[in-house]
């Protein structure tokens, strides 16, 4: 499926086959296809907690409200971003140049160290650029996606055992869909989101 066709078909997707399972192949190629999503400074500072335990899909769903999809899909992906990975910063740069190690790796820890809006902000920005990738690679791959901010987040953190320093920006049920998602709720018009040069 090319690029386009994805974006056009991909939609959230509430009701899922509990029954169907995702090869450990399937699950590995759309997380490395994440991995690939871009991050400022190369820090590759998200996260990706994959569920399949059914137990633990359970009290993850009971976290959100009771909302089928969390336990029925093939799995739940909780998107997470460590806000302490602009430390280390080295190593996200060992196969470059020396000169680009040099003039990069020294930037990072500065521009965010003693500024945690802006630590968290970054991890939102990744988070959301590897959810549109994950969802979009799904959808490629025949299944279906639905991202969710409505959970309790300290209840999450919990089950999931979230590191300090870490986050929690929404979780994602991928699977087999079992019903196709409600006609489009209505988009704005392409002039009244798009503006030229400036507002």
């Keep these: 499926m090319d690029t386009t066709t994805a974006i056009h078909q991909r939609r959230s997707i509430k009701h899922y086959d509990p029954d169907h399972k995702m090869t450990e192949v399937e699950i590995q190629e759309l997380l490395e296809l994440a991995l690939l999503s871009p991050t400022s400074f190369n820090m590759q500072n998200w996260r990706f907690v994959v569920v399949t335990d059914p137990a633990k899909k359970a009290a993850l769903r009971a976290a959100a409200w009771d909302q089928a999809q969390v336990s029925e899909a093939s799995i739940l992906i909780v998107l997470c971003a460590d806000l302490h990975s602009y430390e280390n910063g080295g190593r996200y740069w060992v196969?470059?140049?020396?000169?680009?190690?040099?003039?990069?790796?020294?930037?990072?820890?500065?521009?965010y160290k003693d500024n945690p809006?802006?630590?968290?902000?970054?991890?939102?920005?990744?988070?959301?650029?590897?959810a549109q990738t994950l969802m979009l690679t799904a959808k490629s791959m025949g299944y279906d996606s639905c991202p969710m901010i409505g959970f309790d987040p300290v209840k999450v953190a919990e089950i999931i055992n979230l590191p300090e320093h870490h986050i929690i920006g929404m979780m994602l049920p991928v699977g087999k869909?079992?019903?196709?998602?409600?006609?489009?709720?209505?988009?704005?018009?392409?002039?009244?989101v798009v503006v030229t040069d400036g507002f």
């Design 177 to 192: 869909a079992l019903k196709d998602a409600n006609t489009r709720g209505g988009q704005l018009k392409y002039d009244e």
């Design 95 to 111: 196969h470059a140049p020396q000169p680009v190690q040099e003039m990069l790796v020294p930037m990072i820890e500065p521009f």
């Design 117 to 130: 809006a802006l630590q968290r902000d970054e991890a939102m920005r990744s988070i959301g650029i590897a």
